[in-house]
């Protein structure tokens, strides 16, 4: 009996100890574990500081490694908390490996050399700049599919897009991107991967009275255009902004790269850069592929009478004077629309996203200097009193904005049309639509009809 006593005490003992070693092992375990989970944590950290990193492919690695010690400890782990704090920690892991991924996906489209689009959106295409970019692009790639969108607003035809109308690939939509239904609705049943935004209010003058007009249209017209980007993960988003958004430069030599200050001063300006900061935020927080361009004045055909050049030319066929604002010192820098039309063909398929490129010429001129060019068109340079006549000047009028445009030149691009050639045409395709215009001047004031003390300056 004693000796079955001491034989269970012995097997007793065997047995505390057993457990004892497998209290042990189970310690070994989670403190294995513990570190486990450390490192864990630690690889997470260090994945969560990784965005755009050129080792991510090192790091995915490393974590499917650890994925798997994970499912292995898993199956040993008796104890439920460890688990539980596992299951979290793979989780967030999983989660993490969605967001590497992610910005795996970023760093191929931007790697990429050439993009190709499938389906895009153009905004704004009924207007001057657009109507150009819509039918070049249609005719030129017949396998691009092209969504044009606008609301057709005063200075709009929709006939600017008759030669687009006459292809398969092309479909026009009458509507107002302050509909966010009807920009989510187009972009979800056409399968759009591309949004070409160039619709905004664009004229300076009109945005000294009418500023609530271009704030609401020009940045939150943008906003419901990026929120749509961002939720249907659009491949490109290219954003058409305006040289005016440096303000003035003022001194001779003084050139605006595409890292200059924003310093607009006017309401149509500020509300393009708005617009800008709300896209160079998306890219930021959200990653959508976005190319912002700034653009110098542009003319050419297809441009509604309120610009300068497009004004002066109804107003010199019309045998009536052309109005200077100020003294007619101010400078600005032209570039024919079909060479904007080619930096948005390269920019769309080379643009580097995330990036900024400036557009312009190297054709500085004052107004009342470009006026006089314009008077010798028409065979008027000698009767410069008759038909130049200077009138009040804007609230604020910039003296010049003249920028660097290497970094788009380096893509492949230069401006072919010299300001001779480009006006000539432009000249030409006035005379031939001179019914469109008849009755423009009448226009802006029945626009904005309680308007008509602070448009004053605006008088022909
Ligand atoms: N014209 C220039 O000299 C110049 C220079 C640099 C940059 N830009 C920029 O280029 C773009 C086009 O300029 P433009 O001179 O061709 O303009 P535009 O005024 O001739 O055309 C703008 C078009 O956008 C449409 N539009 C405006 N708001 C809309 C909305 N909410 N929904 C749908 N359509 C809308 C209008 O109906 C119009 O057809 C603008 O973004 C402008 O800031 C113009």
């Known amino acids: 009996m004693s000796q079955i006593n001491q034989n269970l005490n012995i097997n007793q003992n065997q047995n505390i100890n057993q457990n004892q070693n497998q209290n042990i092992n189970q310690n070994e375990n989670q403190n294995q574990n513990q570190n486990l989970n450390q490192n864990q944590n630690q690889n997470l950290n260090q994945n969560q500081n990784q965005n755009q990193n050129q080792n991510l492919n090192q790091n995915i690695n490393q974590n499917e490694n650890q994925n798997q010690i994970e499912n292995q400890n898993q199956i040993e782990n008796q104890n439920q908390n460890q688990n539980e704090n596992e299951n979290e920690n793979q989780n967030l892991n999983q989660i993490q490996n969605e967001n590497l991924n992610q910005n795996q996906n970023i760093n191929q489209i931007e790697n990429q050399e050439i993009y190709i689009p499938q389906n895009i959106l153009i905004t704004g295409s009924a207007g001057f700049i657009a109507s150009h970019v819509t039918v070049y692009l249609t005719e030129k790639y017949p396998n691009y599919k092209i969504f044009a969108i606008d609301k057709i607003d005063y200075c709009s035809n929709e006939d600017y897009l008759e030669e687009a109308k006459k292809k398969k690939n092309f479909k026009f939509i009458k509507g107002n991107i302050l509909s966010s239904d009807l920009v989510n609705f187009i972009i979800e049943s056409e399968k759009i991967d591309t949004i070409i935004h160039i619709a905004a209010n ?35 988003f290219i954003h058409v ?70 004004k002066f030319i109804c107003l010199l066929d019309q045998n009536k004077s052309c109005p200077i604002q100020g003294n007619g010192s101010n400078l600005r820098n032209y570039i024919y629309v079909d060479d904007v039309v080619q930096a948005f063909d390269i920019l769309l398929h080379k643009g580097k996203i995330g990036e900024i490129y400036n557009i312009g010429s190297d054709f500085e001129i004052s107004n009342l ?22 009138v009040k000047d804007r609230p604020y009028n910039d003296i010049k904005y003249t920028m660097d445009t290497s970094k788009l030149q380096k893509l492949g691009w230069k401006p072919k049309i010299e300001f001779e050639e480009g006006i000539d045409r432009t000249i030409q395709w006035y005379k031939n639509h001179m019914q469109n215009w008849k009755f423009w001047e009448n226009d802006l004031p029945k626009r904005y009809p309680k308007k008509q003390k602070e448009m004053n300056f605006l008088k022909i």
């Open 241 to 310: 902004s305006t040289d005016e958004v440096y303000g003035d430069s003022l001194s001779e030599n003084q050139k605006f790269t595409e890292n200059s200050k924003l310093e607009p001063t006017n309401p149509y300006s500020a509300s393009k850069a708005g617009a800008e900061l709300l896209v160079q935020t998306y890219y930021k927080c959200f990653h959508v592929p976005i190319i912002i361009t700034r653009g110098n004045n542009t003319y050419g055909p297809n441009q509604y009478p309120e610009k300068i050049i497009p």
């Open 202 to 236: 664009s004229d300076v003058d009109s945005s000294f009275f009418n500023s609530l007009d271009f704030t609401t249209n020009n940045i939150i017209g943008t906003h419901i255009l990026l929120e749509a980007a961002k939720n249907y993960k659009i491949k490109r």
């Open 369 to 390: 200097n470009l006026t006089k060019i314009l008077l010798k068109k028409f065979h008027l340079e000698n009767q410069e009193d008759k038909y130049i006549r200077f």
